[in-house]
């Protein structure tokens, strides 16, 4: 732009106000939450390096705990930062073993989850956290099988299929739950209605001729 | 025998005839670049329209239950630190209702055709404000361009194709007093669109730099790796939505107690 055009200095802001300022604010949020879910995404995949290290030690753990607590630095809210992080006090990775500190990053991430995300914490609940670990809980946890259906019952209320299938199941073998076949049938139903889970299905069918 | 009458053009006839070919191309690109512009603002219009009513009402509806929440613990505790928070909480979520309910989020998705996309760099190029010749023909022109832009942006070709045929009518008013004042006013002519053009190129790198341009560049992107960012955007908040409104639903049970 040469002296001859000494008007193109002036930019007429006009393209700015495409709307409010109250409609601006419902759009910077947005940018910003995924800003910060960006930047959590990018220390949990680095967390997920640590982790899946083949000859995995102590200081591929304390990195890996790192790279979490850097990822919930970026976005407080980020279920499944949190619900690693839950996992790591229970199984002492990377940090020391503390069943409070396992339950409050659990609550954290239960608040924000999607059912999806829910059903998958009952999983990790009911499978993966082994509660007698170490003598953290000498006696083992019942109440962990308990969390378990708390989680499954979330996302089952909210229409997650498989999670109503699972409650199902641990209502008939009375985990976390007394037995009750009532119910079994009442949420193998659900799940079935729900179409979207084919294993319901058979379920339902199975249950159908038993009775 | 005979006499050829041959018409030897001056040097400032020459110059005359050589800028109005530097004008009309001028003219061109000045109606393509107005094309590109108005139809970005028309793109981001709708995307915007889009995000509002996918995401934007759910940031309302959080903020809904947190001014619930907010009056709520008001009535609970009494303090006036309580009521005040509560008071805000209620203007915040009243504010973000308005925004995601209003006009912007009303804007539909912008498809122009290709006629349409004709019709206008044609319109833009017979009525463009900068080709004016003097200030009466530039405000009249003015108001025409923006009847051609508003036109553009609601996809009316039919409201194009009267501006234009109207032009037919009303020829423009052209003064001639002499080859130098036709040199003087096509000299300025050009010296206004290569602004106008400028400014165009400015506005457009402003507008791309707008959240809501970054947003839509996010979400192509997103598209192209057959994901949708908008849904994404919603499930995360309606997550913490069906969160909040537990929350609120037992602190109220309390209250009733």
Known sequence: MSSEYPDAEIVVKTSRALTGPATKALTSRGLSDLDATERADKWLASAWEHYLRPNRDDHDLKAYFDCLQHAVAAKPDHPEALIRIAGAYARGEGVVKSRDECLRHLRAAEVVSSPALLCSMGFLLKIEFDWNCGGLWPEGWPEGMKESVRMFRKAAEQGHAQAQHTLGIMYVWGEGVSRDDKLALFWFSKAAENGEYPPAQDELESWRRKS | MVKEIIKQLTAEEEELVAKREVLARLEVELADRELAFASLKA???????????????????????????????????????????????????????????????????????????????????????????????????????????????????DAIRRILADLHNSPDAVQGSGVGADLVRVLRQIRQVRNRIAVIEMEISDLSQCDIARLKAKSDVASAEGRDLLAEMATSIEARVNSLRRTVESASKEVRK
């Open chain 2, 43 to 157: 793109e981001l219009s709708a995307f915007e329209g889009l995000y509002l009513r996918r995401v934007g009402i759910l940031y309302a509806e959080l903020d809904e239950w947190n001014a619930r929440l907010a009056e709520l613990r008001a009535e609970q505790e009494g303090t006036s630190e309580a009521r005040t928070e509560a008071a805000q909480a209620r203007a915040q979520a009243q504010e973000s209702y308005s925004a995601a309910h209003g006009e912007a989020a009303e804007v539909q998705p912008f498809a122009p055709s290709p006629e349409l996309k004709r019709l206008y760099r044609e319109a833009a190029k017979r009525v463009h404000p900068d080709t004016a010749t003097d200030e009466k023909d530039r405000a009249r022109r003015e108001r025409l361009m923006k009847e051609v832009n508003a036109a553009y942006a609601v996809g009316d070709e």
